[in-house]
């Protein structure tokens, strides 16, 4: 089950992790999409809002327990490529520990904030109580979505990115099925798309829990490995934390731009909603590029090898790079067709052609920063990918938007180019500080 990433081909390295990673991405974000594509051929306008609004709420929150996951596989993959089993086997039982612990106070927390969650996010009127009963279903599933997310970022962390592409495409299909039993045959509308969402998750979580005990990892964990070790959770958290505010902040980003659009009516935020949900999935190469870049990494960096992780780095900033500009030109010619198909109110796909024809050229730069992202991961520094983002979301995605949308009241474009900017900035960011840490290094 386990790769060594640190010999061989480096772009066959790159193929062989990030397809099974990039697939795994793309049927997880099928959870969302399947959800507003089915709702909204049986629901309006305001149950797509409901659906659009609370998913967005739980991407979020399911990207900070990927970020924070992320210090998992990093420290894993480290421990992997310096061939130290014993220290692997650490950092393992400590993230089980301390992810069970966030999974319930989370699930906890939460559902004691929905009805709070929901007046912030400026949910139209038409759109509130479904929008409650879709985050309330899914708080519950928290603990389901760490597990498995938690049980993927130790099997990367070995090298292993196809075992977690089987687990989600299995539970990505039983949501489908779901879906148009809760939504089309049983018409439960928003309630229904988290039903079918969250017991999708679980059996993702049972189809790895099976894994785990039929396959042999390499990894034994003791009771020993499973208590709490300062040491061990605090190196977990030093990588973790980071990804998971840039996470979490680029997601309130997201967030504030669909409050800004709520503020406009119905319309638009249905719109908004629908292109954040292609964007997601847009946003899959460059995100697989990061955890591959990080995985990988983390590996060759273990291992000694820091030139040939360098090397991953800008292999992967080319396959990003070239994605992110055939997806921003054939975009031009499509994107009202696009956002039809996840909608039969003209203006809503109107609007939605709009805003995607300005958002889509940040899947460019989004794709270079997202790889410098994970190389700073990997290198144990994944405070400057908290930093790049933090900088670009304060100072110019959320003014830009903000102020677009002032001045321009009758088109969502400029608000998406005002997204673009952010990602620019981030990539110049980025640059300056892997020349730093080059200078620093020789």
Not at 141 to 151: D, L, V
């Amino acid at each position: 089950m386990e790769r060594n990433l640190t010999t061989g081909s480096v772009w066959k390295n790159i193929f062989y992790f990030s397809l099974p990673y990039l697939l795994s991405y793309f049927l997880q974000t099928l959870y969302g999409m399947a959800d507003l594509f089915i709702i909204g051929q049986f629901d309006g306008a305001a149950g797509t809002t409901a659906a659009s609004i609370g998913s967005q709420v739980m991407h979020m929150i399911t990207v900070m327990i990927v970020g924070l996951a992320m210090g998992t596989t990093v420290t894993i993959g480290q421990a992997v490529g310096a061939k130290d089993r014993k220290q692997a086997s650490r950092f393992t039982g400590n993230t089980v520990t301390l992810f069970l612990g966030v999974a319930v106070v989370l699930m906890v927390v939460l559902l004691l904030l929905v009805r709070p969650i929901v007046s912030v996010m400026s949910t139209p009127s038409e759109a509130a109580a479904g929008t409650v009963s879709y985050l309330t279903i899914c708080f519950i599933g928290i603990p389901f979505i760490t597990a498995y997310n938690i049980i993927s970022s130790i099997f990367r962390g070995l090298g292993d990115s196809k075992s977690p592409m089987y687990f989600i495409a299995a539970a990505c299909a039983a949501n489908i099925i779901l879906d148009y039993v809760f939504i089309g045959a049983l018409q439960l509308g928003p309630a229904g798309a988290a039903l079918g969402t969250t017991l999708a998750q679980t059996i993702s979580v049972i189809l790895a829990l099976i894994a785990i005990r039929k396959r042999d990892t390499g990894i034994k964990v003791t009771k020993s490995d499973l208590r709490p070790q300062p040491p061990v959770i605090g190196q977990i958290l030093k990588i973790g934390i980071p990804i998971a505010l840039q996470d979490s902040f680029i997601q309130i980003a997201f967030i504030v731009i669909t409050i800004i659009a709520n503020r406009r009516g119905l319309t638009a935020a249905a719109a908004v909603g629908i292109v954040e949900k292609i964007i997601s999935f847009l946003f899959l190469v460059p995100s697989s590029m990061l955890s591959t870049v990080s995985a990988l990494g983390a590996h060759n960096i273990g291992a000694g090898k820091k030139k040939r992780a360098e090397q991953t780095m800008w292999y992967a900033v080319m396959i990003a790079v070239g994605f992110g500009l055939i997806a921003a030109v054939t975009m031009q010619f499509i994107s009202v067709p696009v956002v039809s198909l996840f909608t039969t109110d003209s203006e809503v796909a109107r609007l939605g052609g709009q805003y995607i024809r300005g958002y889509i050229w940040d899947c460019i730069f989004a794709g270079i920063h997202f790889t410098f992202s994970g190389y700073f991961c990997a290198c144990g520094r994944s405070e400057f990918s908290f930093l790049h983002n933090i900088i670009a979301i304060v100072l110019v995605r959320i003014p830009g938007v903000y102020l677009t949308s002032l001045w321009f009241p009758d088109t969502l474009f400029p608000m998406g180019i005002a997204t673009a900017c952010g990602s620019l900035t981030s990539v110049v960011i980025c640059l300056f500080v892997f020349r730093y840490l080059k200078r620093k290094a020789s």
